[in-house]
């Protein structure tokens, strides 16, 4: 019987991978698509932190600042000292699964999991490879199947709350400014999120996320801020911004989109899923050590990502659900106020898109006038989970 299986080899099903072969436990990586990476769903945007985890050249284009676009086509910039990584993605989930085979991981392609049972002392899984339908059986097993994770439906029934439907194209036109992202916010661009145009080179891409369905007619008015750029591939999907209230159970795991541990106010959740796919592997070696699986163990997971990114997650989910209740004319007279050189100059020195908490906290310490606007607007309550 394997140690640990491992279901899907995205980022974070690669690094639990890598890092639980690393340890000599051996592990089967699962991945249903017949290549590592693709198709691309995702912009690509990191910090620096990401390479403290990943060794990976994969890299498009380094940005510094941000364009941010309100209603009326007011634009403010934002200028930051540190550079943001700009990733090819697909070479970057190869670089991570290399790193899982390196260490000894046997990683499997076209590889669909269907069934996951957990019975007695071992989990048991059914997955289709090359149109057989195949068995596999383990102490462990680790989700990192994605945002319609099948191991989530069977062990867990239940779905993150909130979900972002996206769309994405890579476009054949050259933003001027190479340096910064462009950020759309207002109805026109999305319902509760933003619109983005991430620049590399001669070719940019221009997506969005809106809360609810229209992403695909949503994006055909933003595509008329780019006149002269021809389409050359198309992408999207759902993006969870809302972590479970529940994400290990007895001899399973769930990290990154799986379980919802991902940033709400922008989506990002390749750092996230990495984090989570680090603590997960850590808690799934104590539980070898102890020899006990039991939920009540490996409940020590959800104490180990919290420690690292909890707090960020549950205030940035707050602070998301209050964003997206805002109008357009709310979001214009917030950008009055944004716009002050002092309020700049904090975002510029302190905004993380990690950690974006500690600047809106000091944002609104220091300017509480901002907090009644969000206040005269429509909260939209509701629990993490559904
Ligand atoms: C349009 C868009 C733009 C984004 N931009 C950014 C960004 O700029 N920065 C950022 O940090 N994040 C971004 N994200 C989010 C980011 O892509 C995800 O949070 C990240 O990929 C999560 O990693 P993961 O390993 O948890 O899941 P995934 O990357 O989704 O990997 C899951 C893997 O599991 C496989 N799989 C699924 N089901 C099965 C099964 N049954 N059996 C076997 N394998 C299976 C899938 O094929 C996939 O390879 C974006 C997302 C979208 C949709």
């Not at 080179?201 to 809106?210: A, F, N, P, S, Y």
């Not at 700049?344 to 220091?366: A, C, T």
Request: hydrophobic share 40%; aromatic share 8%; glycine share 10%.
């Amino acid at each position: 019987m394997l140690d640990v299986i491992v279901a899907g080899a995205g980022p974070a099903g690669s690094y639990a991978s890598y890092r639980l072969a690393s340890m000599g436990y051996s592990v089967l990586n699962l991945e249903e698509h017949r290549e590592i990476g693709r198709p691309v769903e995702c912009t690509g945007v990191v910090t620096s932190r990401v390479f403290g985890y990943v060794k990976s050249s994969a890299v498009a284009n380094r940005v510094r600042g941000a364009n941010v676009f309100f209603p009326g086509n007011r634009e403010m910039h934002i200028e930051k000292s540190e550079e943001t990584t700009v990733i090819y993605r697909d070479s970057f989930d190869r670089d991570v699964s290399a790193m899982a085979i390196s260490a000894g991981a046997d990683v499997r392609l076209d590889s669909r999991i269907t069934e996951v049972k957990v019975a007695g002392d071992s989990v048991h899984i059914k997955y289709r490879h090359e149109g057989n339908l195949l068995e596999a059986a383990s102490s462990m097993i680790v989700g990192a199947d994605g945002a319609n994770s099948v191991v989530r439906k069977s062990l867990y029934g239940s779905r993150p709350s909130r979900i972002v439907s996206t769309y994405q194209v890579d476009s054949a036109v050259r933003l001027p400014d190479q340096e910064s992202v462009n950020v759309y916010l207002g109805s026109e661009s999305s319902h509760g999120f933003f619109a983005w145009a991430v620049p590399t080179g001669d070719i940019t891409r221009i997506g969005l996320g809106t809360i609810g369905p229209g992403a695909r007619d949503l994006f055909s008015r933003l595509q008329k801020r780019f006149p002269e750029g021809r389409i050359l591939s198309v992408t999207g999907g759902p993006i969870p911004i809302a972590y479970l209230s529940r994400t290990s159970g007895p001899r399973s795991l769930l990290v990154g989109d799986a379980a919802g541990i991902v940033k709400p106010l922008t989506g990002g959740g390749i750092y996230t899923g990495i984090v989570s796919a680090h603590h997960a592997a850590s808690a799934i070696n104590e539980a070898f050590q102890n020899q006990n699986f039991s939920a009540n163990f490996l409940s020590r997971y959800e104490r180990y990502w919290k420690s690292q990114l909890g707090r960020e997650l549950w205030m940035d989910g707050i602070v998301q659900r209050v964003f997206a209740g805002l109008s357009d004319s709310s979001l214009s007279r917030i950008y009055s106020m944004l716009s002050s050189p002092d309020v700049v100059h904090m975002i510029n020195s302190l905004g993380d898109i990690d950690y974006p908490s500690r600047l809106v906290i000091r944002m609104l310490i220091r300017h509480p006038a901002i907090l009644m606007n969000f206040f005269r607007n429509r909260v939209v309550a509701g629990s993490a989970d559904a």
